[in-house]
């Protein structure tokens, strides 16, 4: 169970990154931007989104998805081998997604996006969770 | 409050609530357990169906806290919440974090009260 507490913990952490970049993006807002300063620079770029959706939408639609699945295998709503399944697949495919983001911050933008890293080290860190808890 | 700082307590405090309320929901019988007799023999309805309410309390103040919607009602109704939950199940040993929590929820609800509701 304490892995799956850390990945809600994490999910929860994810929805109010990407719950802040959707208000100020509908605001048309200048995000802050600790650390890097190239926030605007990338979330205005061409990459911002995949297809239609706003990548911000779809990372909000993950955390979301992966809180709820981490709350049902812990209360043990079923199925949970179906559910197991799914999150890790899911987290698979946006440890993924994230590690192409940050190659076109690094070699495409040329700019560095703190809340776009942030987003793409809690999905990693979710992956080494989910990795370390299926080897012990 | 700094802004910073706001939003690392209203998360935090976020994410309590909303573990707390999915803890209850998996075993609601061993978290009345909790409750002092006299606070059991009050309640109306059976003690689990009481706990699934209090576990759908948190959740709402968890999702309300996170998603920073209307964050000074959720911390008002946290913090009757906690000041309820440390009436009905006494002085224990974990007395004193739910005293941390109470008085997190308050500072969060002062922080972030509407600007014509402030002294």
């Not at chain 1, 990372?59 to 559910?83: D, H, K, M, T």
């Not at chain 2, 409050?1 to 998360?11: C, E, G, P």
């Not at chain 2, 002092?36 to 948190?58: C, E, H, K, V």
């Amino acid at each position: 169970m304490t892995s799956y507490a850390l990945l809600f913990t994490l999910s929860a952490i994810g929805i109010s990154e990407t719950v802040y970049l959707i208000r100020t993006r509908i605001a048309s807002e200048k995000p802050v931007c600790p650390i890097g300063g190239g926030c605007a620079l990338v979330l205005t770029s061409k990459y911002n989104k995949i297809f239609i959706v706003p990548n911000d939408i779809l990372g909000l639609l993950f955390y979301v998805a992966a809180s709820f699945i981490s709350a049902f295998l812990v209360i043990g709503v079923g199925p949970l081998v179906l559910w197991d399944f799914i999150l890790k697949l899911s987290v698979v495919f946006g440890t993924i997604l994230s590690l192409f983001f940050t190659y076109l911050q690094w070699r495409v933008i040329h700019a560095w996006c703190f809340w776009c890293l942030m987003s793409a080290f809690t999905i990693w860190f979710m992956g080494a969770i989910i990795l370390v808890s299926s080897l012990i | 409050m700094k802004k910073t700082s706001f939003h690392f307590l209203r998360v935090g405090l976020a994410i309590t609530f909303l573990w707390i309320g999915v803890l209850i929901f998996k075993n609601p019988e061993a978290w009345g357990g909790y409750l002092q007799p006299w606070a059991a023999g009050l309640l109306p309805i059976p003690l689990a169906q009481a706990m699934i309410g209090t576990a759908i309390l948190d959740i709402a103040i968890g999702v309300f806290l996170l998603f920073d919607f209307l964050p000074w009602l959720a911390a008002l109704v946290g913090a009757i919440h906690i000041l309820i939950v440390l009436a009905v199940s006494g002085i224990t040993d974990i007395t004193v974090r739910d005293i941390g929590l109470l008085v997190a929820a308050l500072a969060l609800m002062i922080d972030s009260l509407p600007q014509d509701k402030r002294c």
